[in-house]
């Protein structure tokens, strides 16, 4: 499984590198951080009947790249994404794509969908689960802590939510721009297990999993992750998150991926 995950997530970074490449379009290192956490909700933790809400919308290339990777659409389809028309803009739109049940990417509004998903879930009594995936810079938004507490409330415990603690948001290091820490401690205060995974680690999500199963409280699970993982010479910037890749830094990135050294190293999110 373990081999699997990592062939699925590297064929993942290669279609959406080679995409925001073709296409000179910002954003690759938000949609590099969280590849591995995709790829292990989708092909490890996903039953029939569950939904996923990409809360951070502008990592839509790598929810596109997963749908190609699962199935769910033909590759060829993604040949005009960023062009006008298309439907695989940058960010996901609503109701067009399997999958995608939201249009997402104006921040901070995910968590609350997701919430409002389950609450009709445990109401029809399904077994059913939402995943969410929020970027950590969302949680400077209050409607994030709002849904925090409606999802405690209510022991929403179909809801698993996972943070991409990569560090880094739009204007900086999300600790210089508005200081989330200590983050674990402040989730448990609002009523959440929260649990710790190395998010380019699928053995660290599947402990992370094992543990959210048993948990008797909603979950949030922080993954630490690296912004723009295994872009040379660009990961954990924040020119990362706006700068396309270049012909050179694909091949380079792609040459990484298949001699297996494109992992980096974390850095402190403090």
Not at 73 to 99: C, D, K, M, V
Not at 132 to 151: K, M, P, Q, R, Y
Not at 215 to 242: F, L
Request: proline letters at 4%; aromatic letters at 8%.
């Amino acid at each position: 499984m373990r081999c699997e995950c990592s062939e699925r997530s590297n064929s993942i970074k290669q279609r959406l590198v080679g995409l925001h490449h073709t296409a000179g379009s910002g954003h690759l290192g938000s949609s590099l951080s969280i590849v591995e956490i995709l790829t292990f909700i989708r092909f490890v933790w996903w039953t029939d009947g569950d939904d996923l809400v990409l809360s951070k919308g502008h990592a839509a290339t790598a929810l596109y790249s997963l749908l190609v990777e699962d199935g769910s659409i033909p590759e060829e389809h993604l040949s005009t994404y960023y062009q006008n028309g298309t439907l695989f803009a940058a960010h996901p739109p609503p109701n067009r794509l399997p999958r995608v049940p939201f249009a997402t990417g104006s921040l901070g509004h995910g968590l609350s969908l997701a919430a409002g998903m389950a609450m009709a879930r445990q109401i029809k009594r399904q077994q059913t689960k939402v995943f969410c995936v929020t970027s950590d810079g969302e949680l400077n938004e209050g409607s994030i802590w709002e849904a925090a507490l409606f999802i405690a409330h209510h022991n929403l415990r179909n809801v698993v939510w996972l943070i991409d603690r990569n560090g880094i948001q739009g204007f900086g290091r999300t600790e210089d721009v508005l200081r989330l820490e200590p983050l674990a401690e402040k989730l448990s205060a609002f009523g959440f297990n929260p649990i710790a995974a190395d998010g380019h680690d699928f053995d660290s999500l599947r402990a992370a999993r094992q543990e959210a199963m048993e948990s008797t409280r909603p979950v949030a699970i922080i993954c630490r992750t690296i912004k723009g993982n295994g872009w040379s010479g660009m990961q954990d910037t924040v020119d990362c998150h706006y700068l396309p890749i270049s012909a050179k830094d694909r091949q380079s990135f792609v040459d990484s991926l298949l001699s297996g050294s494109e992992r980096g190293s974390h850095p402190s999110p403090t």
